[in-house]
């Protein structure tokens, strides 16, 4: 029915840069607010950045200044950008997205598979 895929994770030096898509296909009739978690290994998964239907985006203190949230609706599309990037950095990112999937009726949380960004020193 509804599928979210992510691409983009990744193996990558301290200091460099990775670009995460999450991109949502099938039965769509529109999209609320879109956003990436991460979990690293022990700890819970938290929210990292958010975006709202209307653009407005939020961040996770530890990511303020260094990644960016963007979505092109055209494309059913969110992406991270992700600069300076530090170990502590390292975890699984998913993606999840707000869909309606028929009507404004019928809402639901869906998440990605999840993507592997590990960040060496």
């Known amino acids: 029915q509804v599928q979210l895929v992510e691409s983009g994770g990744g193996l990558v030096q301290a200091g460099g840069s990775l670009r995460l898509s999450c991109a949502a296909s099938?039965?769509?009739?529109?999209?609320?607010?879109m956003g990436w978690y991460r979990q690293a290994p022990g700890k819970q998964r938290e929210l990292v950045a958010s975006?709202?239907?209307?653009?407005?985006?939020n961040y996770a203190d530890s990511v303020k200044g260094r990644f960016t949230i963007s979505r092109d609706n055209a494309k059913n599309t969110v992406y991270l950008q992700m600069n300076s990037l530090k170990p502590e950095d390292t975890a699984v990112y998913y993606c999840n997205a707000i869909i309606y999937s028929g009507s404004y009726y019928e809402a639901a949380r869906y998440w990605g598979q999840g993507t592997q960004v590990t960040v060496s020193s």
């Open positions: 099938g039965s769509i009739f529109s999209i609320n607010a």
């Open positions: 975006i709202t239907s209307g653009g407005s985006t």
